[in-house]
């Protein structure tokens, strides 16, 4: 058995309906689908590292409270060992409303990100005693600094889920081996001022690097995947990684892509993988998951064990 992986940070309540097109301002339309489940950066990764084999430990706010109650069993249904940080405080846990469009599978959500607790009991360092692999995801920042200035002094690799800039991310980037940054990440102006081009992109691998990781990529949807990283005479070498080419009929629901390449990279880090190696297996699974409804759809969908499409992510 792979050693176990551990995630930190958010879990949400999700309320997806799926519908023709997302309305105008005052109108009202009819959804012809709906799903009420666990959501999250660091829940979904999780959710993933345990479908693929890895047995998985997540520290969260849940809290107390029928949503919580919704929450809860779902991760446990998943197989997800949670650490809740705040037990017993009612009404914590976030609720994201996502609204998907059937035709392309493009998504709009509207969430509150963190939970709604001011003050959170730091968790036990040893929560990575034995772990193959931490992933943070920005969320509850205190608590992911602790463990991963745990896990570093282990030698455990540390893996950002970088979704967006939030004013803990320079001391939390300080702590973390690898960063995965999503194709929204902006760094404040007052560090950087970068755009979409190739080359502003590659600008923004090196201004994180220097501020702590060694692995920096960052995705682009159904584009290449562009990765920073330093070689072992200590110069930076660039990369690229192209997803597979899904058909657009073929699209079903972009929900939590991300949350899935995250969460296969991490699991592949835990089983001992090099981190070019995870980055690969958690761009396939993200293109097989948009193939399928909801962020875990796909898990249902190959099952126990589930093996990789023999399609590979080309550089």
């Known amino acids: 058995m792979p050693a176990p992986l551990v995630c930190c940070g958010l879990t949400t309540l999700d309320v997806t309906q799926t519908l023709d097109r997302v309305p105008a301002p005052d109108e009202k339309v009819v959804a012809d689908g709906l799903d009420v489940t666990f959501g999250g ?3 979904n990764a999780a959710a993933v590292a345990v479908g693929l084999g890895v047995p998985t430990t997540l520290v969260t706010v849940l809290g107390a409270g029928p949503l919580a109650d919704v929450a809860r069993a779902g991760l446990a249904a998943a197989g997800v060992r949670v650490v809740d940080l705040a037990p017993h405080a009612a009404d914590v846990l976030p609720v994201s409303t996502v ?56 030698g455990v690799p540390v ?3 970088g979704g967006s800039w939030k004013p803990s991310t320079p001391e939390l980037l300080a702590t973390v081996d690898l960063a995965v940054l ?11 001022g970068v755009g979409v081009a190739q080359h502003a992109v590659d600008a923004l691998l090196d201004a994180v690097a220097a501020l702590g990781p060694s692995f920096v990529a960052r995705s682009a949807g159904a ?10 005479d200590g110069r930076p070498v660039r990369s690229a990684l192209r997803p597979a080419a899904v058909p657009a009929g073929r699209v079903v629901d972009t929900l939590g892509a991300g949350d899935v390449l995250h969460g296969a990279m991490a699991a592949a880090l835990a089983r001992g993988d090099d981190a070019l190696d995870a980055l ?10 948009v193939q399928h409804a909801g962020a875990r759809g796909w898990l249902a969908a190959t099952g126990p064990g589930a093996r990789l499409p023999e399609s590979e992510p080309r550089g």
């Open 41 to 43: 950066p660091a829940a």
């Open 99 to 154: 609204l998907v469009t059937r035709a392309t599978g493009e998504r709009a959500v509207v969430s509150v990100n963190g939970a709604r607790t001011s003050r959170l009991p730091a968790p036990a360092p040893d929560v990575v005693q034995g772990a193959g692999a931490l992933l943070v995801d920005g969320h509850h920042p205190d608590a992911a600094l602790v463990l991963a200035r745990a896990a570093r002094a282990a």
């Open 159 to 161: 893996l950002l889920d």
């Open 182 to 192: 999503s194709a929204d990440f902006r760094l404040p102006s007052a560090l950087a």
């Open 223 to 232: 584009g290449a995947v562009r990765v920073r990283r330093v070689a072992a």
């Open 280 to 289: 690969a297996d958690g761009v396939r699974w993200a293109t097989v998951s």
